[in-house]
């Protein structure tokens, strides 16, 4: 599977429509979201292409609970004894993948928008209906400067979930949006900036008022890292207003 760097040791790992980043410093590594249960041997692979082992991995963040996201993390707890770091009002989610609020219902979709069913498809046979809770997680909160490689400051952007939380790496001037903001809604098949369709987001009102929270660090040249989609170079107040003009579906 594509494993590119983005940004000057972060990398960008895109299994069956779900990205999964790594961030490397001081020869260790942090793993943002971990994709579904399928992703775990990619990683594996994504390692060594690194020269790295599982072994340098200090931690994994998730920036939401969604099963989509949370595929591999009990592996790298059970397997790896890595700390996983989540927002507590997701913790729930996490515990049970498959009970989470959306706003729409999910059967609509593949009817209505059939560009869809190829990403549900990719996503389906890479574990999407076997994904295995996670428990024992270590919560973060808006603002705090996680103690892991990259230092990620966390950005609070409930909607898409009430603990989703983006992650802004100064260092690296990228800022990690997950679903808060992506270029590719699995739900609809469509392109380029917008929030996640109401097949899967709790309030779709709070999630457009999150935006606001990411121009906020914009430094003009800040690259998007979105959890489905292609990453957006052209400005993060760009995204936010093009993901306002699509609005909810």
Same mark, same amino acid.
């Given at each position: ?9 972060? $990398? ?18 942090? *793993? ?27 931690? *994994?963040?998730?920036? $939401? ?5 949370? /595929? %591999?993390?009990?592996? @790298? #707890? ?9 927002? &507590? ?6 515990? $049970? ?24 498809? %990719? ?24 103690? *892991?490689?990259?230092?990620?400051? *966390?950005?609070?952007?409930? +909607?898409?979930? @009430? /603990? ?24 609809? /098949?469509?392109? /380029? &900036? #917008?929030?996640?369709? +109401?097949?899967?987001?709790?309030? %779709?009102? #709070? ?21 489905? +989609?292609?990453?957006? %170079?052209? +400005? ?14």
């Amino acid at each position: 599977m594509p494993l590119t760097e983005v940004a000057d040791g972060v $990398h960008r790992l895109e299994h069956a429509y779900v990205n999964v980043y790594l961030v490397e410093h001081e020869g260790r590594l942090l *793993v943002v979201d971990t994709g579904l249960p399928g992703t775990w041997r990619e990683l594996g692979d994504a390692l060594r292409r690194l020269g790295r082992r599982p072994a340098d991995v200090a931690a *994994v963040v998730l920036t $939401h609970a969604h099963f989509d996201h949370t /595929g %591999s993390a009990a592996a @790298f #707890q059970e397997r790896l004894g890595v700390p996983v770091w989540l927002h &507590p009002e997701d913790f729930t989610i996490a515990a $049970h993948p498959y009970r989470y609020a959306h706003e729409n219902v999910r059967a609509v979709y593949p009817l209505r928008y059939p560009r869809s069913l190829r990403v549900l498809g %990719s996503m389906t046979a890479a574990g999407a209906l076997r994904v295995r809770g996670v428990e024992g997680l270590r919560p973060l909160a808006p603002g705090d400067t996680l103690p *892991v490689p990259g230092n990620p400051r *966390v950005v609070f952007t409930p +909607g898409h979930t @009430f /603990g989703h939380c983006a992650l802004h790496l100064p260092h690296h001037d990228v800022l990690i949006c997950g679903d808060a903001l992506v270029t590719l809604d699995p739900y609809t /098949g469509r392109r /380029g &900036p #917008q929030i996640v369709a +109401g097949a899967a987001t709790a309030d %779709s009102a #709070q999630a457009l008022v999150s935006l606001d929270r990411l121009v906020a660090y914009d430094s003009g040249s800040t690259l998007l890292l979105p959890g489905h +989609g292609d990453p957006w %170079s052209g +400005g993060v107040a760009d995204a936010v207003e093009r993901a306002r003009a699509v609005g909810a579906h």
